[in-house]
């Protein structure tokens, strides 16, 4: 049985939603890359600073309702051609999946934020939406804010490094 919380039972909500959300983001972060793009995706250490010399996306997803935070991710591009050439059936040199980089890794947040949902779902915390996904060229220093956050996650994803992170409350 599902139920949406109160207002007045968001306070005592919160905790356990970080729980929920926060625990294994890294390993939906695989599940998605696995289910939509046939990525092979494993845990990885995770490390401080990005690759040197890798061009990085950052992408992130709101969320709000009954929890309210953030999914954030910071790849490499290189793997966002990957993630398009597999969805458009194409290699990775080919123009076409390096035009198609942003919605590849936009549908990933959207996979990926689906994930979450039906896990605050499970936790009898429903209530809670998605809104649009965002992604942007990233820097070294957002690869270190999320690599910071002592309940990120680090993912091998055929080679690239994948940091993500659930921010409850942002």
């Known amino acids: 049985m599902t139920r949406t919380i109160e207002a007045g039972e968001r306070a005592t909500a919160a905790p356990c ?6 625990a294994g983001v890294d390993e939906l972060v695989a599940g998605s890359l696995e ?6 995706a494993g845990p990885a250490e995770l490390p401080a600073s990005p690759p ?7 992408c992130g997803l709101p969320f709000a309702g009954a929890v309210s935070g953030r999914l954030e991710l910071v790849f490499p591009t290189a793997l966002a051609a990957v993630l398009a050439a597999n969805l458009l059936c194409v290699d990775p040199g080919d123009p076409a999946a390096a035009d198609g980089q942003a919605d590849a890794a936009r549908e990933l947040m959207n996979v990926t934020g689906g994930a979450l949902l039906a ?12 809104g649009l996904p965002t992604v942007r060229p990233a820097t070294p220093a957002d690869w270190r804010a999320v690599a910071a956050d002592p309940r990120a996650g680090a993912l091998d994803a055929e080679g ?9 409350g942002a």
């Open 17 to 22: 939603a970080t729980a929920v959300l926060t």
């Open 35 to 40: 289910a939509f793009a046939f990525v092979l």
């Open 52 to 58: 040197a010399g890798a061009d990085l996306l950052y």
């Open 119 to 130: 896990r605050l779902g499970e936790a009898e915390l429903s209530g809670t939406t998605m």
């Open 160 to 168: 690239h490094v994948v940091v993500a992170r659930v921010v409850v």
